[in-house]
DNA sequence: TTACTTTGTCAATTAAATGAACAATATAAT
DNA sequence: ATTATATTGTTCATTTAATTGACAAAGTAA
């Protein structure tokens, strides 16, 4: 643990306080003795944390527990139906909303598909019309903080965001500060990947083989977001987990990134359809006619169309041979692979990966490993957005609490 | 700052304790007043604080500074005289011992060559008794810790230490256990990548810009230590910063890995001196014979012989690659290379590197990058090892300053 | 029914950081 | 040279947060 200031009383309640509070969220409803058992404080200190916090409204006793001995105890619950947060994901095509409990669980979930041709400063007027909604909408609870994942990495300067990659046509668009002058509460800018990687923890019970976690966008590109001990890596330049741009083959065909043999070059769902236009072109046999769409082509490879799965297939090898360099390099003790490829064909994506990795790792390493699909019920993303958002607002729930209640 | 364990006043002193020494420890000598300003705490905390470490030994009050203004301040210092660590470093043909003192400045040097083919028992024999005379040599001084660096990744495994890599003949040898039997005080097993990026960071007094640091070791293998917000990465399985196993052609030649076509094939000294010497067969012009030992490759390199020039530019430019993945993986604020490629032409070495670089990441990444070449005075992995042996000590001095005084 | 556990709370206590005051002693201004 | 101002380091009373220990309440096991 490192610690860069010094620990004065207030800091301390502040910490104490932020740890009984995660650990409840975690457990969603325990005791005040057990939650002092967590967090190796005394009965009497957490009495007194649950006790403020229980004035405030973020804590309610709820129904009795009867463990196995003793004394009866009394539940507690994070109050996430009167304490919100709404997470936002974008796409190219359609946006979507989740609204969560800070406690974690989903409330309402929305989704918008974009027109083409829209304009950026249409779409994000459109964005917060939603919600605005959402937010005007329920006048039981109140909503915190919101949490907007943006795909692709981006540089903060000066207060705007500047993108790195231009996937969604925003390059240089100030959306942090635009979001932020429509809404008097937090509004948290998050990098897609990172927030997938996020939800992957935070909505987790077992935190511990998921505090050092990789998950992978593999869609029309492939991202990656890292967390080490429970920490997002951004990097030093925002670019942390841009696997997409690990280079598979040096002398490869060259990158709009500047580098040759890019992974997202073989990789990402477009790289997959444009292998199978061209063979389809060429003349190879299949159940796809030459402008096949997406959904088409997931059929396609569902029902075993030898084209289709091939060249499915070769899309999940080179992927494995990304997640091989990621294992050798981040060492992530677990990795999850969600969006769109991970849907298309999960079983034959997880077949094809682990065979791959297999072949490409030491035994001692493979047989560490935890690999999995991401099984989430809604829109990791969204959901990771609005984690991101709740976790602000956990962190010091004073602050925000008693700022204009 | 994550904290998993509540904070009681016993853990609150504990780590402002453990902030203020490394205070000092990185300012070198500071007065009362500048440790209160560092670490956001009042002066009469730090006279508490302080007034404890004096009595223990462990600091001392030296000069008397004069500042700008004001009360003259007093000198503050760590007493490297007094308490001391000793790092080792292991290679295939020779080990490295450094005492240093708990400040950080060097106080003996040793180096021993390992006779080709002596067996590892002999070999941890010889080294316990080097170590055992530098410890009873001198009277002065106190040793507390022993950090041992070893090349290549490891799994502790109850207790043993299992490397992943047989790079020196180790594999499945109980080292860990081995020293801590022959010492009563902590002995400290680490990786030697993340030992020099340790060091990086430790003795460096602008550690801002090196929290977030990656130590390439390109010498035999290529490996590489990661630095996240000061803190080093290990990995689930502890093969974290492996980066000679990411694959730079997922096409290439079968590695002993598993994988195909890693980093290490291409530019480790073992593939430059084995690209070097089939040239010479084939008949390419060069001072070089066809025997020729390491030294004689590098005063080629330096000499500007065309062929050992080309080889290692190309060595160079294999190495860039694989940077370039670690950038777009991890994300690094720094960069630093090291080892023996770094050593045999650093000009030509940086300048290769460099033009890569530029071609390969997009301008406003590459702008932003800190790269160099290792340049400590001593050697940066047995410097690291000692480095980390001194913070164990340093985040809890008094639960060993105690102990048998 | 009794013995034993466990929970949650309260008041008294302990421990650590702080605030305020002070002496000492620098530099800067006059 | 003198005065004003600033800074350091210490002391001690104070504040704050966690703990201790005791206790009532309420459960299980014997």
């Known amino acids: 643990m490192s610690v860069t200031s010094g620990i004065n009383h207030a800091k301390q309640l502040k910490l104490n306080r932020a740890l009984v509070i995660d650990s409840l969220r975690r457990q969603q409803c325990c005791s005040r003795a057990e939650l002092a058992r967590m967090a190796n404080l005394k009965?009497?200190?957490?009495?007194?944390?649950?006790?403020?916090?229980?004035?405030?409204?973020?804590?309610?006793?709820?129904?009795?527990?009867?463990?196995?001995?003793?004394?009866?105890?009394?539940?507690?619950?994070?109050?996430g139906h009167r304490y919100q947060v709404i997470g936002v994901m974008v796409t190219r095509t359609s946006y979507s909303l989740v609204r969560i409990g800070l406690s974690g669980e989903v409330y309402e979930v929305q989704s918008q598909s974009i027109p083409p041709h829209l304009g950026v400063d249409e779409l994000i007027l459109d964005m917060e019309r939603s919600i605005k909604h959402m937010i005007e909408e329920n006048h039981e609870s109140r909503i915190m903080a919101i949490g907007v994942a943006v795909p692709g990495p981006y540089l903060q300067r000066e207060g705007e965001v500047v993108?790195?990659?231009?996937?969604?046509?925003?390059?240089?668009?100030?959306?942090?500060?635009?979001?932020?002058?429509?809404?008097?509460?937090?509004?948290?800018?998050?990098?897609?990947?990172?927030?997938?990687?996020?939800?992957?923890?935070?909505?987790?019970?077992e935190d511990d083989t998921r505090r050092n976690l990789a998950y992978i966008v593999a869609g029309q590109g492939i991202g990656c977001g890292l967390l080490f001990d429970g920490e997002l890596v951004q990097g030093a330049m925002g670019i942390a987990g841009e696997i997409g741009h690990t280079s598979i083959d040096y002398n490869g065909p060259k990158c709009e990134c500047g580098n040759r043999g890019c992974l997202e070059?073989?990789?990402?769902?477009?790289?997959?359809?444009?292998?199978?236009?061209?063979?389809?072109?060429?003349?190879?046999?299949?159940?796809?006619?030459?402008?096949?769409?997406?959904?088409e082509l997931t059929a396609a490879i569902r029902a075993q169309d030898p084209l289709a799965l091939e060249e499915y297939r070769k899309n999940c090898e080179y992927l494995a041979v990304g997640i091989v360099s990621l294992i050798n390099q981040f060492d992530p003790g677990t990795i999850v692979i969600g969006d769109q490829l991970a849907q298309m064909a999960p079983k034959v994506l997880m077949d094809t990966i682990c065979r791959q990795l297999k072949d490409r790792l030491r035994p001692a390493i493979w047989a560490e490993l935890h690999i999995e699909i991401d099984t989430m019920e809604h829109n990791s993303i969204a959901m990771g957005a609005a984690a991101m958002a709740a976790r602000s607002i956990l962190q010091d729930p004073f602050g925000y609490l008693n700022a204009e209640l």
């Open 43 to 79: 009965r009497a200190t957490i009495t007194n944390i649950i006790g403020e916090l229980i004035d405030s409204g973020l804590v309610v006793e709820t129904e009795i527990l009867n463990g196995t001995k003793g004394h009866r105890s009394i539940g507690l619950r994070i109050n």
């Open 163 to 205: 993108f790195v990659t231009n996937r969604i046509g925003w390059d240089g668009f100030p959306i942090s500060a635009r979001f932020q002058d429509a809404f008097d509460i937090p509004v948290l800018l998050v990098n897609d990947a990172n927030a997938a990687a996020y939800a992957q923890y935070w909505f987790s019970s």
């Open 265 to 295: 070059l073989y990789c990402s769902s477009l790289a997959l359809e444009k292998r199978v236009r061209q063979r389809l072109q060429e003349g190879a046999s299949s159940c796809l006619g030459e402008n096949f769409s997406t959904q």
